[in-house]
């Protein structure tokens, strides 16, 4: 199983971008899944998914400016990110839960500069 991250790139303050996720190869029963962003010197935080039961969390740092998507039928995952601030700049990873597997994507730049 693997799952590509795309969507990612430098934007001003304000700007918008959004990110994809989408799992291939022999996917079985996702349960939670979510983006996660790590800035230099600080620890990986959650930044948004889905609980096993449907659920959605979001950091409180990001809610009402982020938007957290998915498609079922492609098994793909989408975070749409609006009113884009400079504390958002980090490296955002997404992460599927399989059965007893934890799922990692390779991480995805978001640089919010002017």
Not at 40 to 69: C, H, I, N, W
Not at 71 to 76: E, I, R
Request: some cysteine; glycine content about 14%.
């Amino acid at each position: 199983v693997q799952l590509q991250a795309s969507g990612g790139g430098l934007v001003q303050p304000g700007g918008s971008l959004g990110l994809s996720c989408a799992a291939s190869g022999s996917i079985f029963s996702i349960g939670a899944m979510g983006w996660y962003r790590q800035a230099p010197g600080k620890q990986r935080e959650l930044v948004a998914g889905f609980t096993t039961d449907g659920r959605m969390y979001y950091a409180d740092s990001v809610k009402g400016r982020f938007t957290l998507s998915r498609d079922n039928a492609n098994n793909t995952l989408y975070l749409q990110m609006n009113s884009l601030k400079p504390e958002d700049t980090a490296i955002y990873s997404c992460n599927m839960i399989m059965g007893a597997l934890s799922v990692w994507g390779k991480g995805t730049q978001v640089t919010v500069s002017s």
